[in-house]
């Protein structure tokens, strides 16, 4: 295993990288996972730690962030992974061009969770964008959890042009069905069992669907159900699996964020498929 903290030594080692895994750190078992997927399908993979301030549209959610680098590059290291990337901002943004922000894809960007979060899927697209040139992967991992990411990211592919197959993953999680996140260090261990509510109103959505409720009657069932909750949700909604637009009846995707104190929670189930 190798770890460059130096953009210049990696540019200058000529890698041919091809698998990419992108991440903030404080790793947990579903982003073993996706170094996992990444190792079965490619010669040589490369994980970045990269906690990017940009897409933090809260300052103190930012300096929250659990930060475990040493522990993350043992984890790492146990899985056998090749490469890891610890790069610093000046040199990213010394080595790459930004995202043009006239191609951001608005109809996408500022919806779902990006109503919520000004600029944040601006700044995921600039940043991604920044390590595709770096690292010119032929694929890049990633995990369901954040589902609009993915979506978001596919766009980014096709705007730029790159040259890059994204490969996802299901969403791991614990015994009680709540999606791991490295914002789950967060909770306490009685929050951890009320945080399990998300997973379980999507269990409940997915089982009114399969009963012919509609989305309108699905979301009004959802919210019925939050509001005896002590999360705080922030929006629950069924949409194309594909597009994320409204849905018409095609594949359906149904996602949720809300909060629990001062943590953000997202999780999301496909409820309809013909891919799955």
């Not at 091809?18 to 991440?23: G, K, N, Q, S």
Request: hydrophobic fraction near 40%; charged fraction near 25%.
């Amino acid at each position: 295993m190798k770890i460059f903290s130096s953009l210049d030594e990696f540019i200058d080692s000529k890698l041919h990288i091809d698998a990419f895994v992108p991440t903030m750190g404080n790793l947990h078992n579903g982003h073993l996972q996706l170094v996992e997927v990444a190792k079965k399908n490619s010669k040589n993979t490369c994980v970045s730690i990269y906690v990017n301030e940009s897409q933090f549209t809260d300052k103190k959610d930012f300096d929250s962030y659990p930060k475990t680098l040493d522990a993350d590059i043992k984890k790492l290291k146990d899985t056998g992974v090749d490469y890891i990337l610890i790069p610093e901002k000046r040199d990213i943004e010394n080595n790459s061009e930004g995202f043009d922000p006239v191609l951001e894809p608005k109809i996408l960007t500022n919806d779902l969770c990006g109503k919520y979060r000004k600029g944040h899927f601006l700044a995921v697209m600039d940043i991604v964008h920044r390590f595709f040139q770096i690292i010119k992967p032929n694929i890049v991992v990633l995990g369901e959890k954040d589902y609009q990411q993915i979506v978001v990211i596919k766009e980014l592919i096709k705007i730029c042009n790159h040259k890059i197959r994204i490969l996802s993953c299901p969403i791991i999680r614990a015994d009680s069905g709540l999606a791991l996140s490295s914002r789950n260090n967060l909770l306490s261990e009685a929050q951890k069992k009320i945080a399990s509510e998300i997973y379980k109103s999507l269990v409940l959505a997915s089982s009114l669907y399969e009963q012919d409720s509609s989305p309108r009657e699905i979301e009004d069932e959802i919210n019925i159900f939050f509001s005896r909750s002590l999360i705080e949700l922030e929006y629950f909604t069924i949409r194309d699996l594909k597009t994320l637009q409204q849905p018409n009846d095609n594949d359906l995707i149904a996602l949720i964020a809300g909060y629990l104190g001062t943590v953000r929670l997202i999780d999301n189930i496909i409820i309809k498929s013909h891919l799955r």
